[in-house]
């Protein structure tokens, strides 16, 4: 009778590999290659000690697209690593929007500093883009000659 798994095979458990949940973590170690980003919404007690970006989401005013949309950008800013800025880029907006029920609220320690960060960069980069457009929409003109006035004494 063949039995499912490594003892199929005839070799010990230990050679098995892990399964692929095991491979799963939410607290990745620095020398850890990263293949992908996974967005959940779970209970935030249970979130508590095995994730490392984290925001409560409590019944409140702002939808769920803008939330959802804030939250990934305000990840991007806690990330370091270019590889997992990048990852965190890839995740579709739908996501973690499908996932949230209703609109809500988001609480975390340090929220008020990033949303300033996040609002300096924006009021930056909005700023620029006029000052591009200003001087885009500007018609070039040509150096007018100096005129030449008579004065009578």
């Known amino acids: 009778v063949l039995k499912a798994g490594c003892d199929a095979d005839g070799g010990s458990v230990d050679a098995c590999p892990p399964p692929q949940l095991d491979l799963l973590t939410g607290h990745p170690q620095p020398e850890d290659e990263v293949l992908c980003a ?42 370091e690593r270019r590889s997992w800025k990048l990852l965190v880029q890839a995740i579709p907006e739908q996501e973690p929007t499908q996932l949230m029920c209703g609109s809500c609220k988001m609480s975390m320690p340090g929220l008020q500093k990033l949303q300033q960060q996040l609002r300096k960069e924006k009021l930056k980069e909005s700023s620029k883009d006029r000052e591009k457009l200003s001087n885009q929409s500007k018609p070039k003109q040509k150096p007018q000659k100096a005129k030449k006035v008579a004065r009578i004494v």
């Open 38 to 79: 996974i967005p959940m919404v779970a209970p935030y007690c249970s979130l508590g000690g095995p994730y490392h970006l984290r925001i409560k989401l409590t019944p409140g005013n702002q939808r769920k697209g803008q939330a959802a949309r804030h939250c990934l950008k305000i990840f991007e800013e806690q990330i």
